[in-house]
Nanobody, 131 residues
């Protein structure tokens, strides 16, 4: 079974940093896309950053500059480094994945930051940014 488990969330003051990690189990690196989504209270779940199986990346406009997405295939871990955090970054963050039966997975701005199509999800982890 394919499983995603997030860790690294918590509370931080505005301007600080956090690093989220997502441990992957049961995925084939050549066939998967990976991403981070977030859902503030009362709002829709929206993409933060996504990566294709060849390392191609797309970022939400709100994430450009301060957030960095990376993956370590050797230890099967997806990471999101978040710097210069703002109170508006407070949300439950979710790790997400999708797999293909054949061929590599390539992310595109037209779909990869939208919830539809992503089929595997972590349990969610809270990030709280305070003044």
């Amino acid at each position: 079974a394919q499983v995603l488990v997030e860790s690294g969330g918590g509370s931080v003051q505005a301007g600080g940093s956090l690093r989220l990690s997502c441990t992957l189990s049961g995925f084939t690196p050549k066939r998967r896309c990976l991403g981070w989504f977030r859902q503030p209270p009362g709002r829709e779940r929206a993409g933060v950053a996504a990566m294709g199986s060849d390392g191609d990346i797309v970022y939400a406009e709100s994430a450009k500059g301060g957030f960095t997405l990376s993956v370590d295939n050797d230890v099967e871990t997806l990471q999101l480094q978040m710097n210069s955090l703002k109170t508006d970054d407070s949300a439950v963050y979710y790790c997400a994945a999708l797999t293909l039966g054949a061929g590599h997975c390539y992310v595109k701005p037209s779909w990869s930051l939208h919830r539809d199509g992503w089929t595997y999800w972590g349990q969610g982890i809270q990030v709280t940014v305070s003044l």
